[in-house]
């Protein structure tokens, strides 16, 4: 397995290497509106400094520079890298490596939340909802995993403040706002949900498997308190596939293009898992978004869900008929995003038509940004309109 969100890959820059900004992309032709469930965002480097109680500030991960002025981010005793994976979009493809970056190597979209505003007019998408760059994890375990644990609760409220009142405060009418959780205690985590819940946020970022950072599991019971206050205050759970730190590598020498192939494969196991933690079962109003998950698998769960239900009195395991159908908590309790899955759209009987969000993932690789609008007209219709 390899960390999705841990760029841990550097090779070191390339000697003269400079970046290379394609053409302006035009307006793409209004199909529909967008609300992009998954974007991502590179954060400033005075994103903690800014905010943190003084006396934790020196502690606190901060900002330092190569000789080539590339940025890295220095956590505790370790330097991680700005890399291309932070911000592709506006790069061509040759480029996409795994070199430190400057600042100014990225398209200011990636960080300057009026040039975003301005990227996302490029194609349509009214509303976007922000993950944290790869270098804190997608649910802030970098942060959680600070020596200092009072630096690490303090960077995470830090950073929170920044989404909710720089980031999102800046168009609020355009930004959903998803917080980092923390992770340390579960306890303090549901303090901090019910906390933002009441000054506007509206989602949290989760692992689909937190076991996999060496956190207890979804079926320990270890995370109930911060469950309950998910369901109570209505914050979607946001399980950002990856988030774990793994992804699937068949072997040991598979090339990325199988990790990009089996990415979904994260979201199918997360599904099922938590289902038969029976999560739903008892938090009856929790919602649950598998970002960056993909859609098309969809109908194949729900088929091998109906079996494993018609076997239930044969199992010698935990779930038992009284639980319920699991397709009905599937149906019920989660919503799953749609990136570039054209056969999903074909099936949404099974599916769910109000179950199914749209995603841009932008500004990563896979990101479809700046034609959004093409692909979900080519996704959507059995038959392109002619002009």
Same mark, same amino acid.
């Given at each position: 397995?390899?960390?999705?969100?841990?760029?841990?890959?550097?090779?070191?820059? $390339?000697?003269?290497?400079?970046?290379?900004?394609?053409?302006?992309?035009?307006?793409?032709?209004?199909?529909?509106?967008?609300v992009?469930?998954?974007? #991502?965002?590179?954060?400033?480097?005075?994103?903690?400094?800014?905010?943190?109680?003084?006396?934790?500030?020196?502690?606190?991960?901060? !900002?330092?520079y190569?000789? %080539?002025?590339?940025?890295?981010?220095?956590?505790?005793?370790?330097r991680?890298?700005?890399? &291309?994976?932070?911000?592709?979009?506006?790069?061509?493809?040759?480029?996409?490596?795994?070199?430190?970056?400057?600042? /100014?190597?990225?398209?200011?979209?990636?960080? /300057?939340?009026?040039?975003?505003?301005? *990227?996302? *007019?490029?194609?349509?998408?009214?509303?976007?909802?922000?993950?944290?760059?790869?270098?804190?994890?997608?649910?802030g375990?970098?942060?959680?995993?600070?020596?200092?644990?009072?630096? +690490?609760?303090?960077?995470?409220?830090?950073?929170? =403040?920044?989404?909710?009142?720089?980031w999102?405060?800046?168009?609020?009418?355009?930004?959903?706002?998803?917080?980092?959780?923390?992770?340390?205690?579960?306890?303090?985590?549901?303090?901090?949900?019910?906390?933002?819940?009441?000054?506007?946020?509206?989602?949290? @970022?989760?692992?689909?498997?937190?076991?996999?950072?060496?956190?207890?599991? &979804? #079926?320990? +019971?270890?995370? =109930?308190?911060?469950?309950?206050a998910?369901?109570?205050?209505?914050?979607?759970?946001?399980? #950002?596939?990856?988030?774990?730190?793994?992804?699937?590598?068949?072997?040991? %020498?598979?090339?990325?293009?199988?990790?990009?192939?089996?990415?979904?494969?994260?979201?199918?196991?997360?599904?099922?898992?938590?289902?038969?933690?029976? &999560?739903?079962?008892?938090?009856?109003?929790?919602?649950?978004?598998?970002?960056?998950?993909?859609?098309?698998?969809?109908?194949?769960?729900?088929?091998?869900?109906?079996?494993?239900?018609?076997?239930?009195?044969?199992?010698?395991? @935990?779930?038992?008929?009284?639980? +319920?159908?699991?397709?009905?908590?599937? #149906?019920?309790?989660?919503?799953?995003?749609? &990136?570039e899955?054209?056969?999903?759209?074909?099936?949404? *009987?099974?599916i769910?038509?109000?179950? !199914?969000?749209?995603?841009t993932?932008?500004?990563?690789?896979?990101?479809?940004?700046?034609?959004?609008? *093409?692909?979900?007209?080519?996704?959507?219709?059995?038959? $392109?309109?002619?002009?």
């Amino acid at each position: 397995m390899r960390s999705i969100d841990d760029p841990g890959l550097v090779i070191g820059r $390339r000697p003269e290497q400079e970046a290379t900004f394609l053409p302006e992309p035009d307006p793409e032709p209004l199909f529909c509106p967008i609300v992009s469930a998954d974007d #991502h965002v590179l954060e400033p480097a005075d994103v903690f400094s800014r905010r943190m109680p003084r006396a934790l500030v020196d502690a606190a991960p901060h !900002v330092v520079y190569d000789a %080539d002025d590339a940025a890295y981010w220095q956590i505790d005793d370790l330097r991680m890298p700005n890399v &291309i994976l932070n911000g592709a979009v506006g790069r061509p493809f040759e480029e996409w490596d795994t070199s430190p970056q400057r600042f /100014d190597e990225f398209r200011p979209g990636v960080m /300057d939340v009026d040039a975003r505003l301005a *990227d996302m *007019d490029l194609c349509g998408i009214w509303g976007s909802l922000c993950f944290p760059s790869a270098t804190w994890g997608f649910t802030g375990s970098v942060l959680a995993q600070l020596r200092d644990q009072e630096v +690490g609760l303090a960077a995470v409220r830090a950073y929170n =403040d920044w989404m909710l009142e720089d980031w999102c405060g800046a168009a609020p009418d355009r930004f959903i706002s998803c917080q980092l959780p923390w992770l340390s205690d579960p306890e303090l985590a549901a303090q901090e949900i019910r906390r933002n819940a009441a000054r506007g946020f509206r989602s949290v @970022s989760f692992s689909e498997n937190p076991e996999g950072k060496g956190l207890p599991s &979804i #079926h320990s +019971g270890h995370w =109930d308190p911060f469950f309950a206050a998910c369901e109570e205050t209505g914050t979607v759970i946001n399980l #950002h596939v990856g988030s774990s730190g793994i992804i699937n590598q068949p072997s040991s %020498d598979s090339p990325m293009e199988v990790l990009t192939s089996l990415f979904p494969v994260n979201a199918i196991t997360a599904v099922v898992d938590w289902i038969f933690a029976k &999560i739903p079962a008892r938090y009856p109003g929790i919602r649950i978004a598998l970002s960056e998950g993909g859609t098309s698998w969809v109908p194949m769960v729900v088929e091998r869900l109906h079996r494993a239900w018609r076997q239930v009195d044969a199992s010698m395991q @935990s779930w038992q008929r009284a639980d +319920g159908d699991p397709v009905e908590y599937l #149906h019920r309790n989660f919503w799953f995003t749609s &990136i570039e899955d054209p056969s999903a759209f074909h099936a949404l *009987d099974v599916i769910g038509e109000d179950k !199914v969000l749209v995603e841009t993932d932008y500004p990563h690789q896979d990101s479809t940004w700046p034609n959004a609008q *093409d692909m979900i007209l080519g996704s959507s219709c059995t038959c $392109r309109p002619q002009p």
